[in-house]
């Protein structure tokens, strides 16, 4: 009954920790993108391929549009799939632990570490597909896992399942695919040996029917971008050879050491190095390390542009190895490691909720989520003053970047279907007034809106509306207007 209610509390608190300040927490270029696909193809069935125009494949985007029926606000639907994510990725854990190590207890701490977890926190309140490869990853490791302890059809089909919800939402899920052999090597009962062609039948056939689900994405022909897309992030081997190994592999080795450090902290990888030190579980435990350390490496060798992102899936597979520790501990050292280890996260995961642009994680998630110019801090203030304008007439907006730039895709999400605002996009800031946008004035009120480029426009026709600070940083949105009387000499 204790467990029962320990389990109850912990998916309280998980729910009031995700939605806690969620309206403060400010729109990431990302996630406005997401939105705007979402958006498109719930108005649009011809649009619900969109997402492939841009290398992504479309599941986190259809999640997104299914909850646009009963959510009207295009951010707040996808920060909703990546909340239900992160829910079933900590659901996914409790039973992950438990059926390695056959400990309910266990079970429960994993629980407990995953909704401390600053990493896990960042990204299941963003609306970023990682939330939803978590899910699809921890719970392919669980039905991995079931399908060679008790084969069956049933339970192959649902891997099948799994593994396609992750292909469809990331090309990086294939990593599940891959290593899915090594469940035989580390778990297989050499005793039911006899057992093994129906048992490996099963993974291929899981596997079989998770590309053909993945190969719906072939009825685009934007299929191809999804290809174009991985090299923008990863080395190719061949690249790899040209340039040398160390000179990738020990940068980002680094780079990755320390953002993992930075939020398991110091005190989690002890504790792993004590729960390897157990001889009773290894098995269990050098598993669980393979689904670490094999993306790792591979990241550290390959990846041409890393986030933490990256790492969240990934670092997910060694909470169990912790929890069982915890757990099963009765050393005096564990239970202060551990406390260590909970008040850390407790701090930082606190500053993540409450002072997002001071928060004690690495300075390259500050300057993505809070401080640079892919924050969206002043997107609520761009979007009420473009409502209160259109609505005293009509407005044309200018937004610097094209495809994918904040402002664009804010404008587009909130005044696309607006019938007095038009939304026109620069690529770079000219030295002078295109004069397609002259041609707006004077029947209408024409406004720029800048966000990556810091240099104020020096267009002596403009006058700066607002400039909106980015976080503590030294970035800003800057809202200028085009003043009708200084262009009457021109019109």
Not at 267 to 276: G, N, P, Q, V
Not at 444 to 468: A, F, G, M
Request: aromatic letters at 16%.
């Amino acid at each position: 009954m204790k467990q029962f209610l320990l389990f109850g509390g912990i998916i309280v608190v998980y729910i009031t920790s995700r939605i806690l300040y969620l309206k403060d927490l400010p729109v990431f270029v990302d996630e406005a993108i997401y939105a705007r696909w979402a958006q498109a193809g719930y108005f649009d069935a011809g649009a619900r391929l969109v997402s492939l125009a841009d290398g992504k494949p479309p599941l986190f985007a259809w999640l997104s549009s299914l909850l646009l029926q009963f959510i009207a606000n295009p951010v707040a639907a996808v920060r909703l799939v990546s909340i239900m994510s992160g829910f079933l990725t900590m659901i996914g854990l409790f039973f992950l632990t438990r059926e390695l190590y056959r400990s309910t207890s266990a079970g429960l701490v994993s629980m407990i570490l995953f909704l401390l977890f600053p990493l896990s926190l960042l990204y299941t309140r963003f609306g970023l597909m990682d939330s939803l490869v978590a899910a699809c990853g921890i719970w392919s490791i669980y039905f991995q896992i079931r399908l060679v302890r008790n084969p069956s059809l049933g339970t192959a089909l649902v891997l099948a399942l799994v593994w396609g919800a992750g292909l469809l939402t990331k090309t990086s899920a294939s990593i599940y695919l891959c290593l899915s052999p090594f469940t035989f090597f580390l778990l297989y009962k050499h005793e039911k040996l006899a057992g093994l062609e129906k048992t490996v039948g099963y993974f291929i056939l899981a596997a079989l029917l998770a590309c053909m689900y993945y190969s719906v994405i072939l009825l685009s022909p934007d299929a191809s971008y999804i290809h174009d897309k991985n090299t923008l992030f990863l080395y190719s081997f061949t690249d790899v050879m040209k340039q040398g190994f160390f000179p990738v592999f020990i940068p980002n080795t680094i780079l990755l050491t320390r953002w993992l450090f930075s939020y398991a902290s110091v005190f989690f990888i002890i504790l792993l190095t004590f729960s390897l030190l157990n001889k009773k579980h290894l098995k269990e435990n050098l598993y669980l390390c393979v689904w670490f350390i094999v993306p790792f490496i591979g990241f550290a060798v390959f990846g041409k542009s890393l986030s933490t992102r990256y790492l969240y899936p990934v670092v997910l597979p060694l909470i169990p190895v912790a929890s069982y520790c915890i757990a099963r501990g009765k050393n005096k050292y564990i239970s202060v490691l551990s406390a260590l280890m909970i008040l850390q996260y407790v701090y930082v995961s606190g500053s993540i909720v409450y002072d997002l642009p001071h928060a004690k994680i690495p300075s390259e998630d500050l300057f993505q989520y809070a401080n640079g110019w892919p924050s969206g801090y002043g997107v609520k203030e761009m979007v009420t003053f473009f409502s209160e304008n259109a609505d005293k007439g009509a407005i044309t907006i200018v937004a610097e970047g094209t495809f994918g730039s904040l402002p664009k895709t804010i404008a587009e999400l909130y005044f696309f279907q607006h019938p007095n605002v038009e939304i026109l996009s620069l690529d770079t800031i000219p030295s002078e007034i295109p004069g397609y946008i002259r041609d707006r004035l004077p029947s209408r009120r024409v406004y720029l809106v800048t966000n990556v480029d810091q240099q104020k426009i020096s267009w002596p026709e403009v006058v700066l509306e607002k400039e909106l600070r980015k976080g503590d940083g030294e970035y800003y949105l800057r809202i200028y207007k085009l003043e009708i009387e200084d262009m009457t000499g021109i019109q």
